[in-house]
């Protein structure tokens, strides 16, 4: 069965540096978009960043845009968010998710989700 396990969070400064990953193992990875998603305190889950099935393509979100980067090794079958100088706004649990990317530079997201990492960012 599909299985996505997210890795990598914890407590870090504003200004400070993260990285996340994403195991996934029950489908053929490389057929896939992947993306990250992201909900903070009271917040509605939001989309942070897809990346197309052979990497080629990649989309951020504006608010993480030149400081978040997603990636993807479709040998080990492992999705990364690297985030760069982090803001006590990026504080959320961020989860990965298995989709579709389309030509019109769209997410469109399947079932499966990751549990979660949590993210802090805080002084």
């Known amino acids: 069965q599909v299985q996505l396990v997210e890795s990598g969070g914890g407590l870090v400064h504003p200004g400070g540096s993260l990285g996340l990953s994403c195991a996934a193992s029950?489908?053929?990875?490389?057929?896939?978009?992947m993306a990250w998603y992201r909900q903070g305190p009271g917040k509605e889950r939001e989309l942070v960043a897809f990346?197309?099935?052979?990497?080629?393509?990649?989309v951020e979100t504006a608010s993480v845009k030149g400081r978040f980067t997603i990636s993807r090794d479709n040998v080990k079958n492992t999705l990364y968010l690297q985030m760069n100088s982090l803001k006590p706004e990026d504080t959320a649990v961020y989860y990965c998710?298995?989709?579709?990317?389309?030509?019109?530079?769209?997410?469109?997201?399947?079932?499966?989700w990751g549990q979660g990492t949590q993210v802090t960012v805080s002084s």
């Open positions: 998710n298995r989709g579709t990317y389309r030509a019109t530079d769209t997410y469109d997201p399947d079932i499966y």
């Open positions: 990346i197309s099935p052979n990497g080629a393509y990649t």
């Open positions: 029950g489908f053929r990875f490389s057929y896939f978009g």
